[in-house]
């Protein structure tokens, strides 16, 4: 099972409707907005993404976290260079 | 909200949590630019198997403010900067007869476009303080990148737009909607630097702001 985490070196602003993060050493700047910093936030490289998957679901009433597909919101935050998994 | 998520964080990191979950559940949404030209590179969320897209809707004209402005104050770097550097980007309509800015088609206030207005083109100008140096501004709808200007005043035509932002006129509903964010890129004292802002309807009568003053 892998077990994502966040990448050292991120700089996290809150910015308006969103997030920025800063890779100062890529020169790279990502826009997130909140449950993509949500997902982000939870890789801390002890939870796994199926453990990830369900916070999040639960984690809104009325069931709204289940338009959170996080299995490829993960896949998109490692092409970004934003997370990596401990195996 | 679901207790559970916050007793397994950090007590430094709740508050935090707390406040994303407060803006609500939406299908997430990640762009990454590069610093130099803010180039969209990777991971947008409009690629392929994206669960984020925009519902384009038959292009009936535009309706609305034709004027927007973004007030914009440093997102990104340059720690200790504070709100020395700053700036604005100012959106227009351009109508469609002349490639001009819309005078002809506005209403008593001159800010409104009419029923059945087409966009052909949507001005920008930035202005920055003095000092720095201007690199790239990019207009963000939902976090989405729709269009790039490497320049200070610039006109921007429907082809130079995202394509799947369908048309000027949509961009336009959008900033309207207050869905608009405007991304600049700079070099200030050696460092590259990220301000942004909301975009807004302009209100009446404002001009470019002295920002060094």
Known sequence: MAFPRHIDGVELEAADEGYILHQADLDLVHYLNPPAVLVWELCDGRRSGEEIAELVTRAYASGAGAMIAVPDTLARLSEAGLIEYLS | ?213
């Open chain 2, 1 to 213: 909200m679901n207790d559970t998520l916050l007793e397994q964080l950090p007590p430094n990191r709740r508050d935090f949590v707390k406040r994303l979950l407060a803006a609500g559940a939406a299908a997430p949404v990640i762009a990454t630019f590069t610093l130099d030209a803010l180039t969209q590179t990777v991971s947008s969320s409009l690629s392929a198997g994206s669960s984020y897209s925009i519902a384009c809707q038959p292009d009936l004209g535009y309706v609305g403010p034709t004027r927007f402005t973004a007030h914009l104050t440093l997102a990104s770097g340059g720690r200790g900067f504070g709100d020395s550097v700053n700036g604005e980007v100012r959106l227009e309509l351009v109508n469609e007869r002349d490639g001009h800015d819309d005078h002809g088609k506005q209403d008593d206030h001159g800010k409104h476009a009419k029923s059945g207005d087409q966009a052909s083109g949507i001005r920008v100008q930035v202005k920055l303080v003095d000092g720095v140096t201007f690199a790239s501004c990019t207009l963000l709808i939902q976090g989405v990148p729709a269009a790039t200007t490497n320049d200070t005043d610039a006109v921007l035509a429907a082809t130079d737009l995202n394509p799947s932002f369908c048309n000027l006129d949509f961009l336009l509903h959008s900033l309207a909607a207050g869905s608009g964010v405007a991304l600049v890129t700079l070099n200030y004292l050696s460092q590259q630097l990220v301000l942004s802002g909301p975009i807004t309807p302009s209100a009446p009568g404002s001009d470019i702001r002295d920002l060094n003053s």
